[in-house]
């Protein structure tokens, strides 16, 4: 089993950055793919990024490409989600997920929610216009 804990969230004013991260509990952190989401008021859930075992494969969502950066510390057990030229549409509460890589395929970082069977608690991304 594997418990996420986000940080990182906060207020800021479009253009600006912010860095979330994700801490992990468990041994076997570098066995699972890792993803960000986020959920604006009165939408549903959707992808935002994702990440394979090793960092070495990464997925966007269209609409964050070029801004969003993810990555991952295997050895601190975390994952990263850097931010920059934030927009007012960013807004939303961000939650990291993760999923355990059984088949070991290399390229495993999906981006569909329903694979996902572990989420933290999301930390609120707000930013000002």
């Known amino acids: 089993q594997v418990q996420l804990v986000e940080s990182g969230g906060g207020l800021v004013q479009a253009g600006g950055s912010l860095r979330l991260s994700c801490a992990a509990s468990?041994?076997?952190?570098?066995?699972?793919?890792m993803g960000w989401f986020r959920q604006a008021p009165g939408k549903e859930r959707e992808f935002v990024a994702a990440?394979?075992?090793?960092?070495?494969?990464?997925n966007y969502a269209d609409s964050v490409k070029g801004r969003f950066t993810i990555s991952r510390d295997n050895a601190k057990m975390t994952v990263y989600l850097q931010m920059n030229s934030l927009k007012p549409e960013d807004t939303a509460v961000y939650y990291c997920?993760?999923?355990?890589?059984?088949?070991?395929?290399?390229?495993?970082?999906?981006?569909?929610?329903?694979?996902?069977?572990?989420w933290g608690q999301g930390t609120q991304v707000t930013v000002s216009s």
């Open positions: 997920a993760a999923v355990l890589n059984r088949s070991g395929n290399y390229y495993f970082a999906p981006k569909t929610e329903y694979e996902y069977g572990y």
């Open positions: 468990g041994r076997t952190f570098s066995s699972y793919a």
């Open positions: 990440i394979n075992w090793s960092g070495g494969i990464t």
